[in-house]
């Protein structure tokens, strides 16, 4: 199935599932962007900050740049500057940790700002060390306390911030500090589902590895299985098998993954599961609709 004839099937679909899913139309307007130029699910994912002189008190001019001693001279004759934003709803400690300010940070730390203040994405300063890849501002946040599992306005948390820069070793260090790693966003994706829709396999891999659920669907019921298929990601399929993908489950449209791939064309992915139904057999669970299966060519 072409990325073409699965918009208007999706298309043809939302009239029925108005009623049922009052939500989807919206989703369903984002779905349609994963097309075959970009890959990906818009994410709004702009690392950094855009830096507007304008928009900065003293001391988020001098957090921004780096400069420790303006910092220091800024809080000790200053009231109240250790926590104040800026016309973006940004703090010093956000601004420092977005540019790697590591100095300054620990200078923040050290005077007891508070961690979990939102700028006007509702992103913290551990969001934002995540999202700009500043692992060592975002080691000392956590080991202050910052909490890892705040949710921006994309209902992303850090580690799925981490998923998108498919930075392991931040995400080993957010789950070393009670990173919820079934964390779900708007779309109702958790990490590793994030992970597969993003096309990023070094972090499925790993989110596999640290036991991330493998039955987790999203809002249109796709499982992680489902979501490998459409992006015919053989060794991810392979991967999920392993771990006990159930190949029964259907999507909102009543299609398994077995289905989307015989559609599509997945010769090796359909063989694939057909080969793991031969060793694994196991009773269709009631959800499943057995009509159904004759509708997709056999693998």
């Known amino acids: 199935m072409t990325w073409k004839n699965m918009e208007v099937l999706l298309h043809e679909k939302v009239g029925e599932l108005k009623e049922q899913f009052p939500l989807f139309p919206s989703y369903l307007r984002s779905s349609i962007s994963l097309g075959r130029d970009r890959g990906h699910r ?5 690392p950094g900050y855009h830096i507007r002189d304008k928009d900065l008190g003293k001391i988020h001019k001098a957090a921004s740049v780096g400069n420790a001693a303006k910092v220091r001279q800024v809080l000790l004759l200053g009231e109240n500057v250790l926590n104040e934003k800026d016309k973006r709803n940004r703090t010093a400690l956000h601004l420092a940790c977005a540019n790697g300010h590591l100095v300054v940070v620990a200078l923040l730390l ?3 700002c508070l961690l979990d203040l939102c700028d006007s994405e509702n992103k ?3 969001i934002k ?13 956590l080991e202050e306390g910052a909490d890892p599992n705040v949710r921006d306005a994309s209902g992303n948390a850090a580690l799925h911030h981490a998923v998108l820069c498919q930075n ?3 995400a080993a260090k957010l789950l070393s500090y009670n990173a919820n790693i079934e964390a779900r966003n708007e779309d109702d994706l958790t990490p590793l589902l994030l992970a597969i829709n993003e096309r990023k396999q070094q972090m499925v891999e790993f989110l596999v590895k640290k036991e991330a659920n493998v039955h987790a669907v999203d809002k249109m019921k796709r499982t992680a299985l489902i979501l490998a298929v459409s992006y015919e990601s053989v ?3 392979s991967l999920l098998l392993q771990r006990g993908a159930d190949v029964f489950s259907q999507d909102v449209f009543g299609r398994t993954a077995e289905e989307y791939a015989a559609l599509s064309g997945f010769n090796t992915i359909c063989q694939l599961i057909s080969e793991y139904k031969e ?3 196991k009773t269709l669970p009631e959800k499943s609709n057995p009509g159904r299966s004759q509708e997709a060519r056999t693998c």
Do not use: D, G, N
Request: with cysteine.
């Open 124 to 126: 913290t300063a551990l």
């Open 42 to 46: 818009k994410t709004s994912f702009q």
């Open 279 to 281: 060793k694994r057999p």
């Open 235 to 237: 060794s991810v399929v």
């Open 168 to 170: 392991t070793s931040l």
């Open 129 to 141: 060390a995540v999202e700009c890849q500043e692992e060592e501002c975002a080691t000392l946040l």
């Open 110 to 112: 050290e005077r007891k």
